[in-house]
């Protein structure tokens, strides 16, 4: 990734400034660390900050608008605030391009979150380049994606956080589900407060009950003491109740009185008690065929998809894949040295063209054992294992269709031309755009090495992209 900018760590108390600043500096990155009398905004402009890392009060003093002048100096800027009491402080500073973070600070996640930064600006970068101004990546949870399936979903998760509804997320395993209900918690009013995940099928049947609504003193063998449950531990937050589908029968006509009453009973207990939760369903399995065969209450069911969000497969949204490659490197790299550089043509081919049965878990898991196993320089086919190997190989679909042949029509067209013939321009068309958005994404958005790769002047990669109006998907 070849972003440059430097890291300005401003905090009133030179202890804490040294101590980031070392840390910071020996994990590699760019750090700004001027005197406390330098003008603020002078040292943003003249030193090419692009990642503020302050004490939330002491910004205040800097200036009240310090974010507005800040983002207006460099739009890119991104801010990681902290303060004492929590991230209460921190919190008044709002939108895509901040972090907080309570103190004292951990320096590894601070370190995590300055990598974040990065991930963002590359998509910052990649949006102006291709003149796509849409959301692609939801920071609030590192949410990656750029077809038009997954910035349709950002966009309604961005929406259902602005409601205390009820969410039901739906989707193969390991397509995102968790991480998009943490996005709504975290986009949602409800932030300050907890997000509790219950994995219904992770907890024995006879043990949910508790788990959930918690019991009363001697209520059963082993009950010592009073036990909250995870409701009212999220109370005024957020209850992610993780594989639905699984819950018993019993238990699923207390969660409907939960959601019809906001009120529920410990095990145990003769009083009901009330409480104030968001609550997010998910499930791998489809619900709607659990009601048919009976082994999931209609009602529930009806309760729960208030809103109800379908995650696409990644096998759907294969444009997803490079950007998906080149961030899951990025984070794997960040603590090696030498680090893997990228993958080579071949290999991005190969990996577009796979259908990732365990989605993006699959892929993450697959190029953290790639980073770690070849070490360095460039990954190629050979470093593929078999399995990876051994399917169709076939161009991506990188490029969202502009022809009116079906997708696996023109997919096809790759290895011969398909019954009903083609169109050879568009198809001509949509191969250059591939590898030109390819490029792109390999150079993380630098035109020069992208132009590079394409054997073009950068000034003719610049005029394609505009003539083409390149995005990184279709609308
Ligand atoms: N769009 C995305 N961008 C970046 N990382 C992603 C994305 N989607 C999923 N991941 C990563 O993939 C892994 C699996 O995601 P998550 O646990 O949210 O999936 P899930 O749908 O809940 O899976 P399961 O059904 O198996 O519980 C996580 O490490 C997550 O960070
Ligand atoms: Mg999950």
Redesign the pocket.
């Given at each position: 990734m070849s972003v440059s900018g430097s890291i300005y760590i401003a905090d009133n108390d030179v202890k804490t400034r040294d101590l980031v600043s070392a840390f910071l500096t020996y994990k590699g990155h760019a750090v700004v660390c001027p005197e406390q009398s330098a003008p603020f905004f002078d040292t943003l402009r003249n030193y090419e900050i692009d990642i503020v890392i302050a004490e939330a009060a002491h910004l205040h003093t800097i200036a009240p608008d310090f974010q507005l002048r800040a983002t207006e100096i460099n739009p890119a800027l991104v801010l990681i605030a902290y303060g004492d009491n929590g991230t209460g402080e921190a919190r008044k500073f709002n939108g895509a391009n901040v972090f907080t973070l309570p103190k004292p600070l951990n320096l590894d996640e601070l370190e995590s979150l300055v990598l974040r930064s990065r991930e963002y600006q590359t998509m910052k970068k990649l949006d102006s380049l291709t003149g796509c101004d849409d959301q692609h990546v939801l920071l609030s949870a590192?949410?990656?994606?750029t077809s038009a399936p997954?910035r349709e979903l950002f966009g309604l998760i961005t929406k259902v956080a602005g409601s205390n509804a009820t969410v039901l997320i739906q989707?193969?395993?390991?397509?995102?589900?968790?991480?998009?209900a943490r996005a709504i918690h975290q986009l949602s009013a409800r932030n300050n407060k907890k997000f509790i995940p219950v994995n219904c099928a992770a907890i024995p049947d006879d043990l949910l009950e508790s788990e959930l609504f918690g019991h009363v003193k001697g209520s059963f063998t082993g009950a010592y003491a009073n036990r909250a449950g995870r409701f009212e531990m999220a109370d005024k937050g957020t209850l992610f109740l993780?594989e639905i589908g699984d819950m018993k029968a019993n238990l699923q006509v207390k969660l409907l009185r939960v959601l019809q009453n906001r009120e529920f009973e410990p095990v145990g207990a003769s009083k009901s008690q009330s409480v104030d939760v968001r609550i997010i369903a998910?499930t791998?399995k489809n619900l709607e065929d659990l009601v048919a065969s009976r082994d999931f209450r209609e009602d529930l069911y009806y309760r729960l998809s208030v809103i109800p969000i379908t995650?696409p497969p990644l096998r759907e949204r294969r444009e997803?894949i490079p950007l998906?490659i080149h961030?899951f490197l990025t984070r794997f790299n960040s603590d090696r040295s030498p680090a893997v550089k990228g993958f080579s043509q071949d290999a991005l081919n190969i990996l577009c063209s796979y259908d990732w049965p365990g989605?993006?878990?699959e892929l993450?898991n697959l190029v953290e054992r790639l980073v770690i196993l070849k070490g360095s320089g460039f990954i190629t086919p050979d470093d593929l294992p078999e399995k990876y190997l051994s399917g169709k190989q076939s161009p991506p679909d990188q490029i969202a269709p502009r022809s009116t042949a079906s997708s696996s029509d023109r997919r096809e067209a790759w290895d011969q031309l398909p019954e009903g013939g083609i169109c050879i321009n568009s198809a001509v068309d949509e191969f250059e755009n591939r590898l030109i958005m390819q490029a792109l994404a390999r150079t993380g958005g630098n035109k020069k090495e992208a132009a590079l790769l394409l054997n073009l002047k950068r000034t003719t990669l610049i005029e394609k992209l505009k003539k083409k109006h390149l995005a990184f998907a279709e609308e």
């Open positions: 590192s949410m990656i994606g997954m989707g193969e395993s390991g397509t995102g589900k968790e991480l998009a993780d998910a791998n995650i997803d998906l961030t989605n993006v878990r993450e």
